[in-house]
């Protein structure tokens, strides 16, 4: 019966995760192609035996610490669901804090230019893009594979973008932008939870970075203002503990109107300036 299978699982992956029955929820209506509304109202079903198959060697994969987004092969971010795969980092949901900054920050403006930079999966561009239409969206990144899954995204959503490869500015050139957002590695090396199972399925190059995680940060904040417009802005995501040093570097590559923002949490989460008064 379903409740019975699982709840033998969600026992299994409680040791690795907190969300052990929602994960296996979810992993058991993507085998039986149902929603999660359905599992509840069907859980007296039993399983045929090449479903209870499919389903254990997903449980098995989640309890090594593959993310469920690997799993299902897809993360819902801010509006849309949007493909990942191994090449990419899953989209958290604090990471919408971006998202919900940059709409408000393009408001008013007619056909901003918008750069996302280490885009992965796209999440971040896509969606502005999906909000404001009239937007001149560029996303770059230097992974192959992570350009082909945002690429698949971006045709599969109907979203214009354009997309270059490359590391950080190099692809565009001398071209300015009214806001530039990353999510960039910030996660130190010695970082103890990189030998975790929740993160070492996901690409170690999109997660950490040089000098206790603030290498790309600080490479960003001091390079941006070459790429922006008069007023341009830019917003970085960052570690809990980084956005002093985040302030600082911004301040220190000349900008303004410095604003750190929370994420679900309440922990100091991006951190964004403005050049010009």
Known sequence: MIQTILQQASVRIAALSDSARLDAELLLAHVLEWTRAQLHARDDTALSADRLDAFERLVTRRCDGEPVAYLLGYRDFWKSRFSVGPGVLVPRPDTELLVETAIQWLSGLERPRVLDLGTGSGAIGLSIALERPDADVDLVDRSQA????????RSRLGVSARLLAGSWFDPVG???????????????PDDPHLAGPALR??????????????ADLQTLAAQAPQHLMPRGQVLLEHGYDQGPAVRAALRQAGFGR???FRDLAALERATGGGLGD
């Open 201 to 214: 399925h996901e690409p170690v190059e999109a997660l950490v970075a040089a000098n206790h995680g603030l």
């Open 258 to 260: 410095i604003e750190t």
């Open 146 to 153: 992570a350009l082909a899954i945002a690429e698949a995204n």
């Open 174 to 188: 001398t071209a300015r932008y009214d806001l530039i957002l990353a999510n960039p590695p910030y996660v130190a």
